[in-house]
């Protein structure tokens, strides 16, 4: 197997280099800790404009407006931001929602929710962990109870990294309270200016604002 970069991977990383430099404040030393909470307009900024540029998604399939590029060349995408501390990349909308909505989406679905993804115009969050249900996430006890064609939502999230920040959130609930603890759980996607969510700020020790506590009353 050959590990070496090809004359094109190289050049992708060069001009992705020189592209993230230019539009970095002078002297910059990554904004602290977690580079996105340092300035967000300037994060959302940034992933339009690696939007544009084609790259935000270069790994999705070009039939979802990706360039099936090859795991290489998405591998030097996020190791040069990292290695550059540049806000602006996308874990929840990018890496997974985005390929889950693939496999498993309607096509509404799809239609509705890829090309923002791609475009860098949202922030998506995650809302699995709960106080009391974490790596035994088959206790989740957050409730969705369908009334006529809308589900109803109670309970409460945790750990929601960048719950604050989020425009919608990905959210596991329990749809099925008789089926067996690991089945009866559907997937749910959710405004967050739904009324009914409150989010809290959990503060860590740094005195850092990365988490919060996502609680659902009566949503809709
Ligand atoms: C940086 C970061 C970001 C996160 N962001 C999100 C997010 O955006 N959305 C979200 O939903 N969650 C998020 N989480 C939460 C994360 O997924 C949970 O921390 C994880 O599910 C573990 O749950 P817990 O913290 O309750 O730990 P617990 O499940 O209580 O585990 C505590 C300890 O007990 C051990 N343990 C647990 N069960 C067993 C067992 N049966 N046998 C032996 N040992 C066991 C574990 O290995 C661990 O060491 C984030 C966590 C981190 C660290």
């Not at 970069?5 to 904004?31: A, I, T, Y």
């Not at 404009?49 to 591998?75: C, D, F, N, R, V």
């Not at 603890?181 to 997937?187: A, E, L, V």
Request: a negative charge; charged letters at 25%; hydrophobic letters at 35%.
């Amino acid at each position: 197997m050959d590990f070496q970069f090809s004359p094109e991977d190289d050049l992708f990383r060069r001009e992705l280099r020189n592209f993230v430099e230019s539009e970095l404040p002078d002297n910059w030393e990554g904004g602290g800790r977690w580079p996105e909470e340092w300035d967000w307009d300037f994060t959302m900024s940034l992933r339009k404009k690696l939007a544009a540029k084609g790259w935000l998604t270069m790994h999705w399939p070009k039939e979802y407006g990706g360039q099936s590029a090859s795991p290489i060349k998405s591998a030097i995408y996020n190791e040069e931001l990292a290695y550059m501390r540049a806000p602006g990349r996308d874990i929840f909308g990018v890496r997974m929602l985005g390929p889950t909505l693939m496999i498993h989406g309607t096509e509404e679905q799809k239609k509705v929710h890829l090309p923002p993804i791609s475009r860098g115009e949202i922030q998506w969050c995650q809302g699995y962990s709960e106080p009391e249900s974490g790596s035994d996430l088959a206790s989740l006890a957050t409730r969705a109870v369908l009334d006529d064609d809308e589900y109803v939502l109670n309970g409460t999230k945790i750990w929601t990294t960048l719950g604050h920040r989020a425009d919608w959130i990905f959210c596991l609930a329990r749809t099925d309270p008789d089926a067996p603890k690991h089945r009866g759980i559907s997937f749910l996607l959710i405004d967050m200016k739904t009324p009914g969510i409150e989010v809290r700020p959990i503060i860590n020790m740094a005195g850092g604002h990365e988490f919060n506590q996502v609680i659902f009353d009566n949503v809709r």
